[in-house]
């Protein structure tokens, strides 16, 4: 570095700077104002509940606020509860929170203290000793009651009765027989499916240091490495470079494992010859991005492996094609279909694209049996949603699922060519007539995942490709292979220890 220009230099720090941002970056007080006041807006009358989440018991995972009431409050503390009551067409809103002494403070750090509430997120506190008795009151006006489900991902929202929100309103019901309470689960839904500018923001931020975490496990990726090495490398960069923590479960599935969607284990050994499945990305600011990357552990595609994952890139940029305002979801997906279908009948891999299978029990398909594309394709084109939850809801989500300025989304083709799900069919004409056809073609390309995984922003602007600081294509993966694999902490590279 010392030889480099100082006004290089300057750059470069500045550069790094910028990456490095603070990880308690987040939206003004008064947008979170305006989404509860966007949430109360269709209601007449009424009490609004919403719970944060409880102070960790175990001290791990981390204290992390839950996605629904963040949205709302901005608050980042533990057991606290916001309420908002509206009588006449006016609302007011109180956060009740815990009163910490100065000893308990000792263990746990400060807390906001209720005068400073206001202050602080926009909002009046009271104890949260108080609450049953503030709720207890308002139950007896006879105002209806709205629910905020207090759930980590709303995917399971409906089962999830354990909750400390669902016990406190089995409590209150208990009380007061009478009560109805109705969920507010999918309107907050919709309010969090169009992200603003300073959501992008936060989730362009999100991609950036999730991409240099990728680059970095590109980089150091090399026979004998072992997968829990890049997982540490990917998670430690998320951190160094101002992440929450990692948006999910980081995904690092070498060989076989990279045919399993969603691989958690990260423990076995890499070998020459075999590719690595990294999805893996962080929170920033509560906002997580989603980005997968598929390379071979020694840095050179084979023939085989670039057949695959050719037809996976294709069907990405087949599908990314279509997406503009008011453009269709379907539109888009059959898009990236045909060219999937049509490459894996170029493989051999299936019969026609038009053929179908008898699916092993619990598969739900037509009753003319399932397309063989969905043996190696087993999952959407299009993605999800990203946001506050790693699969947060889209704009496209709902109604003719037309993609509409502030959807931030993935698009994530994969194919998995497992002779494991294949030698589980059940023993059919059809399926023998298949696995006779295209039984060579499974054994060439065996235990070959691809999953290529890239975060968009739809803006008024237009699209914006925010994990764009990750190679993707063949050529520019196999250049970045080639550069030095940088020394890990502790000494030594990926799978070769300091001796």
């Known amino acids: 570095m010392s030889g480099l220009p100082c006004r290089l230099i300057s750059l470069i720090t500045l550069l790094l700077l910028n990456l490095r941002a603070p990880a308690h970056a987040q939206l003004a007080s008064d947008d979170y104002a305006a989404r509860r006041a966007a949430l109360t807006a269709k209601i007449d009358s009424g009490v609004v509940l919403a ?6 018991v175990n001290h791990w995972p ?64 009271r104890d949260i000793a108080d609450l049953t ?51 507010l689960d ?63 479960g980081s995904i690092v599935g070498s060989g076989p494992n990279a045919t399993i969607l969603h691989y958690d284990k990260d423990e076995r050994t890499m070998n020459d010859g075999e590719l690595l499945l990294v999805d893996a990305a962080t929170s ?29 890139r294709d069907a990405q940029e087949a599908f990314v094609r279509q997406i503009k305002p008011g453009a269709s979801v379907g539109t888009a997906t059959d898009s990236g279909r045909s060219v999937v279908a049509k490459g894996l009948v170029r493989l051999g891999l299936i ?22 594309t969905r043996l190696f394709a087993l999952h959407g084109y299009g993605g999800h949603g990203i946001g506050l939850e790693v699969h947060d809801p889209a704009q496209y989500y709902f109604g ?44 060439k390309y065996r235990y070959i995942g691809v999953r290529i995984e890239d975060d968009y922003a739809l803006t008024e602007k237009g699209l914006e490709w925010l994990s764009s600081g990750v190679p993707r294509e063949v050529s520019d993966i196999e250049a970045l292979m080639r550069q030095r694999e940088p020394e890990l902490p502790g000494g030594g590279s990926c799978g070769r220890p300091a001796t």
């Open 51 to 56: 719970f944060g989440a409880p102070e960790t």
């Open 62 to 125: 981390n204290f992390f606020q839950l996605p629904a009431f963040y949205y709302l409050t901005g608050f980042s503390e533990s057991d606290a509860v916001l309420v908002m009551v509206k009588r006449g067409g006016k609302v007011a809103a109180t956060m009740f929170v815990p009163t910490l002494s100065p000893i308990q403070e000792r263990w746990v750090g400060a807390r906001t203290h209720i005068g400073d509430l206001q202050a602080k997120v926009g909002i009046p506190g």
């Open 133 to 183: 008795t503030a709720i207890d009151s308002l139950a007896k006006t006879e105002l209806p009651f709205f629910v905020v489900p207090d759930v980590q991902t709303a995917d399971y929202a409906a089962e999830d009765s354990l909750t400390r929100g669902a016990r406190f309103l089995s409590g209150l019901r208990l009380a007061h027989p009478w009560l109805v309470a109705r969920s």
């Open 186 to 248: 999918e309107d907050v839904a919709r309010l969090r499916a169009r992200k603003g500018p300073g959501e992008v923001a936060l989730l362009r931020k999100a991609a950036e240091i999730s991409s240099r975490a990728q680059t970095e496990a590109m980089k150091a990726t090399a026979p004998g490495c072992g997968e829990n090495e890049i997982q540490a490398l990917l998670e430690g960069t998320f951190r160094r470079f101002g992440g929450d923590r990692p948006g999910y």
């Open 284 to 312: 920033y600011a509560h906002y997580s991005a989603d980005v997968t990357r598929t390379f071979p552990v020694n840095g050179r595609f084979t023939p085989q492996q670039r057949d695959v994952y050719q037809i996976v």
């Open 351 to 372: 019969e026609s694209v038009d053929a179908t299978f008898d699916p092993p029990e619990g598969m739900r398909c037509p009753s003319g049996g399932c397309p063989q």
């Open 400 to 443: 003719q699922e037309r993609f509409a300025p502030g959807d931030v989304f993935t698009v994530e083709p994969g194919l998995y060519v497992s002779p494991d799900l294949l030698a589980a069919l059940p023993d059919t004409p059809k399926n023998r007539a298949m696995r006779e056809k295209t039984g060579k073609a499974v054994e």
